[in-house]
């Protein structure tokens, strides 16, 4: 009886590893795949919204107002435009560095821009405008990046 990965679906015929994605099979059960804490398969769970947010009504110009931003488990929303609609989707894996910039105005406010930098070729910089609370966002989204990263198993690496 022929064996396959249970991955991919390959055969893995008395093999310790599947030939074409290398996950690790069983001794004597190639078809099974070993347990553990990093190789367990993610639970899928649904997406969730996390927090959303608007720039500030009083002091952001009027393109900015009509900015709404929705952080959910699985990526950052943002939808704008008064007249002619915009609505922009970024994967939270891809984002790669999170920053805070207030100005002397927003922090009387409690206001200030959230910068995101991301490896997503059509999003490269993404500013949050305006935002109240800025370094609570920049938390929460630094947390969900995480969290989405260990469920997607994306590992990112820095080269100097």
């Not at 970024?90 to 406010?109: A, E, G, N, P, Y």
């Not at 305006?130 to 989405?148: F, G, H, L, T, Y």
Request: aromatic share 4%.
């Amino acid at each position: 009886m022929a064996k396959f990965c249970p991955e991919c679906g390959a055969s893995a015929e008395g093999k310790k590893f599947c030939p074409e994605c290398g996950t690790a099979l069983a001794g004597d059960d190639a078809g099974q795949v070993l347990q553990t804490p990093a190789a367990a398969p993610a639970v899928e769970e649904e997406e969730r919204e996390l927090w959303s947010g608007q720039p500030d009504r009083v002091f952001a110009s009027v393109g900015e107002r009509s900015s709404k931003y929705i952080l959910t488990t699985e990526r950052l929303r943002v939808d704008s435009g008064v007249m002619r609609k915009k609505a922009e989707s970024l994967d939270l894996w891809r984002i790669k560095d999170v920053s805070v910039k207030k100005s002397m105005t927003q922090r009387t406010r409690k206001c200030g821009d959230v910068e995101i930098v991301s490896a997503d070729a059509s999003t490269p910089k993404l500013t949050l405008s305006w935002i109240q609370n800025p370094d609570e966002v920049a938390e929460k989204i630094r947390n969900a990046v995480r969290a989405s990263r260990k469920r997607h198993g994306t590992v990112t690496q820095e080269r100097f």
